[in-house]
């Protein structure tokens, strides 16, 4: 089956961005959203991106105008239906994400691959609540997923050949990203290993060893990374780095995955990055480092 149109459920920061690529990439996509205060605050924040890359030249407005024309905003669950593809983008919440999948599965024809973007929890589970395990596959990508070529495409314990070729095809040939193939194991390749170092920095700072800034700039300087481990959180959201790490020292059972209490702290204060304008930096409105 030809993937003509896409729908995304839930356009938070990463819901936002996977469907404004999907729409520069030709997709119709489909987006939905719990309510009608937070679906117009992101279409708004996509048209405020496409805005900026206008500001940089990488777009022009007739460009702009055909991707804000390609996304189309639905009421319900059920007009997923029409949709080859469906991508929940939803917090990561075990149960919220189970609920939006058995009810998903009672519209979409069984040839209709449901995905999820999960980057921790158990696609098996997720897919134990539909009828139709076999076409419940991950698809994870990276934030920014404009900028990112990376997708983890998450085989759960019974997703079928059949759904991960299709898949595949759509990673590659369709939005022309690379994919790599994962087994369903907690945090994947990619969060599992960005975490722990995020986590191992924070523990630097702890004992006192440097800076923030200095630590940053050793991996920048030294190592070649875009971001530092502390820069790179504030753009993931600590939330979302504490619950990550919180699911998979639950999951494992080590203690490498214990989350450092400043991480905790910080969470608790509500500096949560650049989603706040506060973390372990500061930024403006439009997420660039003050």
């Keep these: 089956m030809t993937v003509r149109k896409v729908g995304v459920v839930g356009i938070g920061t990463m819901g936002q961005g996977i469907a404004e690529m ?29 805005d900026k890359q206008i500001e940089k030249w990488a777009l022009t407005q007739a460009e702009k105008k055909l991707v804000l024309n390609r996304i189309h905003t639905a009421d319900k669950l059920s007009d997923m239906a029409q949709c080859e593809l469906v991508i929940e983008t939803i ?23 449901l995905a999820s973007n999960t980057s ?26 404009s900028k990112i070529d990376l997708v983890e495409i998450v085989r759960g314990l019974k997703t079928s050949e059949d759904t991960f070729n299709r898949t595949k095809h759509f990673v590659e040939e369709i939005i022309q990203k690379k994919g790599i193939m994962v087994f369903e194991s907690p945090g994947f390749v990619t969060s599992r290993l960005i975490c722990l170092h995020i986590n191992e920095a924070l523990h630097v700072l702890e004992e006192g060893v440097a800076t ?42 080590e203690l490498k995955y214990r989350p450092s209490i400043v991480l905790k702290k910080m969470v608790r204060a509500g500096h949560l990055g650049v989603k706040t304008g506060v973390g372990f930096f500061k930024y403006d409105k439009d997420g660039d480092r003050l």
């Excluded at 917090?91 to 691959?113: A, H, R, W």
């Design 22 to 50: 999907l729409a520069y990439k030709g997709l119709e996509v489909l987006v939905i959203e719990e309510s009608s205060e937070k679906m117009a605050h992101a279409i708004e924040m996509i048209e405020h991106s496409l």
């Design 91 to 113: 917090t990561e919440d075990l149960n919220n994400k189970i609920k939006v999948f058995e009810e998903i599965d009672q519209y979409c024809s069984p040839d209709v691959i």
């Design 120 to 145: 921790t929890l158990s696609l098996t589970e997720l897919a134990s609540a539909t009828k139709y395990p076999e076409r419940v596959i991950g698809l994870h990508f990276i934030h920014p997923v």
């Design 212 to 253: 923030a800034d200095d630590i940053d700039r050793a991996m920048r300087v030294g190592y070649s990374f875009q971001y530092g481990p502390f820069e790179m959180a504030d753009r993931f959201g600590l939330d979302s780095v504490l619950a990550a790490l919180e699911i998979m020292f639950r999951e494992y059972g």
